[in-house]
């Protein structure tokens, strides 16, 4: 049994067929962990959202637990009229609502993001770490070890980003697969880049 069970993360489906000038992308900034009490908030007053989770295992006293946890904490996107924006902020979930200048950016960055989860792939969330950087191991066996950072290992990865709250999810490929293409052109909208991190 999960211990959070995933819950709709998207709604509607057809959320990125909507037009932009009905009901443009927010960004909602939640309250610590009220990511899904937010989008629970929206479903019966019919405002779309996209809220990704990702699986999260851990093993504890000899079992595996599963639950699935929000990819952006603190994070849910909708979209949604000036009176349906002022819904969302009467949940009292809220800190904030962020305005997105870039709207086809967002809606091409959360699509491709959607396209990959659909694909089966693991999405990790990615927090870019320099030579130098002061970290902290948060699990395993070296949990609350901290360190500098040297180097990372060499390993490829497909970044996908979300570029209005500078948030970054890795998707690990086998070298095998990726070929070298052209770089990306930013007016697509889209924000993958292959990265050796």
């Known amino acids: 049994m999960p211990l959070l069970k995933r819950e709709v993360e998207i709604f509607p489906p ?4 909507l037009a932009e000038s009905d009901r ?3 960004v909602a900034h939640t ?16 405002i779309p959202f996209y809220a990704p989770q990702r699986e999260n295992r851990v093993r504890r006293a000899g079992r595996n637990r599963v639950s699935y946890i ?13 009176a349906e924006r002022l819904e969302a902020l009467r949940s009292r979930l809220l800190v904030r609502i962020l305005e997105v200048p870039d709207q086809a950016l967002l809606q091409g960055e959360l699509a491709q993001l959607r396209t990959v989860q659909e ?21 395993g066996p070296f949990q609350g070890y901290s360190g ?12 996908v980003s979300i570029s209005i709250i500078r948030k970054t ?16 052109r930013r007016e697509t909208g889209v924000a993958a880049q292959a990265a050796i991190a």
């Open 148 to 159: 500098v950072v040297l180097r990372e290992p060499s390993r490829l990865r497909l970044l």
């Open 169 to 184: 999810v890795a998707v690990e490929f086998d070298r095998e697969v990726l070929r070298r293409s052209l770089p990306l």
């Open 14 to 17: 057809s959320i990125f067929e």
């Open 24 to 26: 443009p992308w927010w």
């Open 119 to 139: 694909s089966g792939a693991t999405l990790v969330p990615f927090e870019e770490l320099h030579a130098g950087d002061t970290v902290r191991i948060a699990e």
């Open 70 to 82: 929000p990819l952006f904490a603190g994070y849910v996107f909708f979209r949604a009229t000036i």
């Open 31 to 46: 309250r610590s962990r009220q990511e899904k009490a937010f989008a629970r908030h929206l479903q019966p007053l019919s």
